[in-house]
């Protein structure tokens, strides 16, 4: 244990180095939002992963929130799906982001999770996340994720961060211990953990190779 406490240390210690270097602790980015909207902050968690945010996921975001104010309680979305409206909801017809989405709501409906506040809370007993864990496509990533959609002061792991550690010799894939490794580097850098990886994500989305930008 006392080794691997080391270890994350020094990786983070590299982090938190190359990332001042680079400017990370002067310059002030825009974080994830917060939402207050339960429809979007699922279709975001949903959609966010293998597109483009800015071309593909956004726009639907804010269409959803143009369009469909009164869905920011689960049980509203839950009726939405009930009828088949997802694809419409979402805009997108590939069937496993929309299954997603659907099984994603439906967790959240059978745990009497109505409102944003509601899942900030449920999202700090490990019981739940657990359980939410067992839901289809969901995993460590996709929680963190969503916790930062509520407001929480966390770094979600995902190809970008993995991406910004390699550069530093940081090869460990283990996802708690990177997740560990940058809110260290963060607090390091004395930087919201939320910003870091916000600052992170931006300045590797930039370099990284064009995502998938269209919908099936």
Known sequence: MQSSTVQMLVAARRIADYAKDLGADAERQEIRPSYDHMGALVADSVLQAGLNYKTVVLPRIKAILNLYPDLYRTSAVFELIAVGQTTVFLNWKHPEKV?????????????????????????????????????????PKTVDYMGCLVGADSIAVDRHIRTFAK?????EDDYDFLKSVFCCAADLL???????????????????????????
């Not at 059978?110 to 999202?123: F, G, N, P, Q, V």
């Not at 550069?167 to 090869?171: A, C, K, Q, S």
């Open 190 to 216: 004395s930087l919201p953990r939320r910003e870091f990886d916000a600052w992170v994500w931006k300045r590797e989305s930039a370099a990284s190779i064009p995502q998938m930008a269209f919908a099936f």
């Open 167 to 171: 550069r530093v010799g940081v090869l």
């Open 99 to 139: 299954g997603r989405f659907d099984d994603l709501v439906t967790f959240l409906f059978e745990h009497s999770i109505e409102r944003i506040s509601d899942l900030k809370e449920a999202l700090t007993d490990a019981l739940f996340v657990t359980a939410m864990r067992d839901v289809r496509g969901v995993g």
